[in-house]
């Protein structure tokens, strides 16, 4: 751990040495570290790629995903003969290829209440790259229980964040939102689309934070989040205070254990990342594609409603099934164009989005209304494959 860096070492950072902020000592003392990354994603792609490359010593990677072809948009650590692969995998490539100086680690499963204070234990600090709030408030919780300092970010659409939490004096996530916001009004990346370059932003001012911190230089983001619009090409910020009635880290907390995150965020079933904002209401009927598909071929009178944003409908549509596309938020708005005496199906990309709308429907006084089950993905996968998946 303190051994002198070696020749080719000092080769490899020769212009991190030169810096007297930074110099031998510095060096050392970002091998010495070790950091954890949640996810391999769009924010953990430059961020690893960044943190391998400026000698951190031991890199740990949380991600139990598998690389889609959708991802190669902006996670710049697979390629595209990685698709189908483990992301932990092609991550440790990559890393270990810009520097086989770095140990990484590989933590190919979810993270989760069994085990995440044990992995944050083993790590000097941890880069949230996390795209669903379960996670976001586990990493939050587990790093205040275990004294570990996260640098968070996030990212939708044209929009990014970046703070760090968890530092000593500094706030935690639950001091910026004590509670997640309720299920279903966040749409996740998959729905509501990110910007590819966008990630690459945030992840590498992450890894900068990260590297600040260890080298104990410069002005950190404690106590301050900062704002990032793409479109305007504009950085604020604003205060962030350490809240002393926070559960988490106020000066009474009441967490004293990580606890069921799907739950608190009021998500039930679906695991899958990229439908962490979806919430899965049981009572709302659903009908199967292959018994939808049977009755439109039989010429039942069916009323399809695509609820999916513009750019969803004009990828691949059920027009001809006499689809009628109203994205999800104008159906408040729009519902009058919707027989309320026909039977009606809803469907959107996965089916939860589409299960909200039915229970508006539902509430709003239609009898007849089914969720079209697994969405426009099982449609391609079990009708017509020429309709993209995304
Ligand atoms: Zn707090």
Redesign the pocket.
Same mark, same amino acid.
């Given at each position: 751990m303190t051994a002198t860096l070696t020749p080719p070492e000092l080769q490899r950072y020769a212009r991190h040495l030169i810096l007297p902020e930074v110099g031998i000592a510095g060096q050392e003392r970002l091998r010495g570290a070790s950091v954890l990354l949640i996810g391999a994603g769009g924010l953990g792609s430059p961020a690893a790629l960044y943190l391998a490359a400026a000698g951190i010593g031991r890199i740990g990677i949380v991600d139990d995903d598998v690389v889609d072809a959708t991802n190669l948009q902006r996670q710049i650590l697979h390629a595209t003969g990685d698709v189908g692969r483990r992301k932990a995998d092609s991550a440790r490539e990559r890393v270990t290829a810009a520097n086989p100086h770095v140990e990484v680690e590989l933590h190919p499963f979810r993270l989760d209440s069994s085990n995440a204070l044990e992995i944050f234990s083993r790590y000097d600090l941890v880069v949230d790259g996390s795209d669903n709030f379960p996670t976001r408030y586990l990493v939050n919780d587990a790093a205040?229980l275990t004294g570990r300092t996260v640098v968070y970010g996030s990212i939708q659409r044209f929009e990014g964040q970046c703070s760090v939490?968890g530092a000593p004096g500094g /706030? +935690?996530? *639950? +001091?910026l939102f004590a509670d997640p916001p309720p299920a279903g009004l966040v749409p996740s990346c998959a729905e509501a689309g990110v910007l590819g370059v966008l990630p690459g932003i945030i992840g590498t001012l992450q890894a900068l934070e990260v590297i600040k911190q260890i080298l104990g230089i410069g002005e950190s983001l404690v106590g301050r989040l900062l704002l990032f619009d793409a479109l305007a090409l504009r950085f604020r910020e604003i205060q962030l205070p *350490?809240?002393p009635a +926070? /559960?988490? +880290?106020?000066d009474e907390p009441t967490i004293d254990a990580l606890i069921d995150y799907q739950d608190f965020c009021g998500l039930s079933g679906s695991q899958e990342n990229d439908d962490s904002g979806d919430t899965m209401q049981d009572e709302i009927p659903e009908i199967s594609v292959l018994d939808l598909k049977e009755r439109l071929d039989r010429g039942d009178s069916i009323t399809l409603v695509d609820v999916r944003e513009p750019g969803e409908w004009e990828m691949g549509n059920l027009a001809d099934h006499g689809a009628v596309h109203i994205p999800m938020g104008e159906v408040p708005d729009r519902a009058d164009e919707i027989d309320p005496e026909s039977e009606v199906v809803v469907y959107c990309r996965s089916g939860a989005r589409s299960a909200q709308v039915a229970g508006f429907l539902l509430e709003r006084g239609y009898e007849r209304v089914h969720n079209m089950e697994g969405g426009i993905l099982a449609w391609s996968d079990e009708i017509d494959s020429s309709i993209p998946k995304y």
């Open positions: 205040v939490f /706030p +935690c996530y *639950r +001091c *350490r809240d +926070c /559960p988490a +880290c106020g």
